[in-house]
């Protein structure tokens, strides 16, 4: 089942596989999608700012009523509110969206080059507050890590990357481990470009199991957090489904040899 207890190098602890709620703009289905998984195992939520439905989410969450340190929420602060007190403002205003009084998880969503490091000090800010449990980032690659190292008090804990086996990001899961964050796959799926790969349907036959299963099984067995979209009870379900069967040191090899370096997102701007 869903492992609760993914470490931070800030002592907290995340489950590492949850929900992405991205493009989940129907409230309704939003509420019952968040039912469906925490039925399911499910106790990570992840949102955004830019994606329009913290107050959905917040609505989901109520209608779980579930003690709030069982669930783990995550969402990201957006570019056009980087910068010092837009950041502060901002995280608030979600807070009031979500209907709580703090985020597990909050993630600077891209790097930008304005506001880099006041974004970051304000980050340290809300957590100092309490208003975050955790900072992180998102979409930050090598160089934007070092340079926040230079001025950061503290270094995020985790960092969300585009990763699927057409982009398998290796470098940069080895650069994030040996810095002690955790590497977080966002589209893990790859948005479902990869289901009709032979590899992958070669070896969900083998298992009986379904190419997103044999996809996010690859995440699990590197070591990756993941967070699958769907708003299909049966697939919510069906994605949690990965922790009775094992791949193959040849099959894991398969896929990792599937590796195209192609991109579904634009890739990070630098810094300098
Ligand atoms: P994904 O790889 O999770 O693919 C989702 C799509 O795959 C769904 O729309 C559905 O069509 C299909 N799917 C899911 N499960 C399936 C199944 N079992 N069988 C068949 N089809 C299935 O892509 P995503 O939604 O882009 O990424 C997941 C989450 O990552 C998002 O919801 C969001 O929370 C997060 N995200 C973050 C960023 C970022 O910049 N940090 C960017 C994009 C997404």
Known sequence: KIDSSLKFADGHTMPNQGLGVYKMTEERE??????????????????????????????????????????FVTTKVAEANQGYDKVIASVE?????????????????????????????????????????????????MVH??????????????????????LSQEAMINFDRKNHIVTQ?????????????????????????????II??????????FIPKSVHPERIKQNADIYDFKLTDEEMAWVDALNKNTRISQEPEMVY
């Open 216 to 225: 996010l099984r690859w995440h699990l067995q590197r070591g990756d957090s």
């Open 30 to 71: 939003l509420i019952d999608s968040v039912k469906v998984a925490y039925d399911a195992g499910y106790r990570l939520f992840d949102t955004a700012q830019m994606y329009g439905n913290e107050a959905a989410v917040g609505k989901a969450i109520k209608e779980l009523s579930v003690p709030r340190n069982e669930i």
């Open 145 to 166: 890590l070092e340079y926040l190292a230079t001025k950061a008090n503290e270094m995020p804990v985790l960092n969300q990357l585009e990763v699927h086996p057409y």
């Open 93 to 141: 205003e979600s807070l009031k969206k979500l209907q709580l009084d703090y985020v597990d998880l909050l993630l600077v969503h891209w790097p930008i080059h304005q506001h880099f490091f006041e974004t970051w000090k304000a980050f340290e800010a809300l957590k100092e507050q309490g208003l975050t449990k955790s900072i992180g980032t998102s979409n930050y690659g």
């Open 185 to 213: 796959a966002w589209a893990p799926l790859g948005r479902g470009r990869i289901f009709e790969d032979p590899a992958i349907l070669k070896i969900a036959k083998h298992h009986g199991k379904s190419a997103a299963q």
